[in-house]
């Protein structure tokens, strides 16, 4: 395990399932960690949660401006900014401007707005870090969320743009890209028994991932061990972007 003793993490997402085991992961690896998280039931069963108790949890939607802003107004020092806040709307019509709209707002202008609101600390880390969630769907499309395979596909170049932009500041910005992932988001594709199979026999390791399978990775890319490393969309996905 990688030591992040004396690094303050925050990771947005935070109480949800991939974001949760990364926050938790932190967490065992010395770090201060600040899990930022939306939705009323989430965040009280995180606060129930014994693996979150030395993780401090804070409200926050992340396509509000103004919240961003000052959350990052109260927070004075940040080592690490892990953005994994994120949606996919997969139901309907998704070829609309209103289905494209919701998931560009949250899952990538939620992550500029993130980014560049705690862009002061990070530089002033000296050695800053930031890790986007991108996606197996940064790569190929989807009939069934198109909306979301274009955020995401917009989380990667922007990481990219970041990477070479923040690299003067002496931030590295990389992203994950995770495939089938058994988290409540997935849960509805993840329950049709046809389905899930359908992605096991596509995924050359044979199974579906599981949220602390992303936790490695991440720290990874956060440590020193990473430190002429920017700019990478890391695929997590068993193999299914290989085939």
Request: aromatic share 8%; glycine share 10%.
């Amino acid at each position: 395990m990688r030591d992040f003793t004396n690094k303050t993490v925050l990771v947005t997402g935070g109480t949800g399932g991939i974001g949760g085991a990364i926050a938790i992961a932190f967490a065992s690896a010395g770090a201060d960690v600040i899990a930022a998280g939306w939705g009323k039931e989430e965040l009280a069963a995180r606060r129930n949660d014994p693996d979150f108790s030395n993780i401090r949890i804070v409200e926050l939607d992340v396509t509000d401006e103004a919240a961003a802003t000052a959350l990052a107004a109260a927070t004075p020092k940040l080592d690490v900014l892990v953005n994994c806040a994120g949606i996919v709307t997969r139901h309907g019509n998704g070829f609309t401007p209103e289905a494209f709209q919701k998931n560009y707002d949250v899952n990538m202008l939620g992550t500029l707005r993130m980014c560049t609101a705690f862009l002061p600390q990070l530089e002033a880390s000296g050695a800053g870090a930031i890790v986007n969630t991108a996606s197996m769907n940064s790569f190929l499309g989807t009939p069934t969320a198109p909306g979301y395979a274009a955020s995401k596909g917009a989380v990667a170049q922007a990481t990219k743009s970041m990477a070479i932009a923040w690299a003067a500041k002496n931030i590295r910005v990389n992203a994950v890209a995770p495939g089938w992932i058994l988290t409540a988001m997935a849960a509805d594709a993840a329950s049709n028994p046809e389905f899930f199979e359908r992605i096991e026999k596509r995924t050359p390791m044979g199974r579906w991932g599981e949220p602390h399978h992303l936790a490695g990775p991440v720290l990874f890319l956060a440590s020193p061990d990473a430190a002429w490393v920017t700019g990478v969309i890391l695929p997590v996905d068993g193999g299914y972007l290989a085939v």
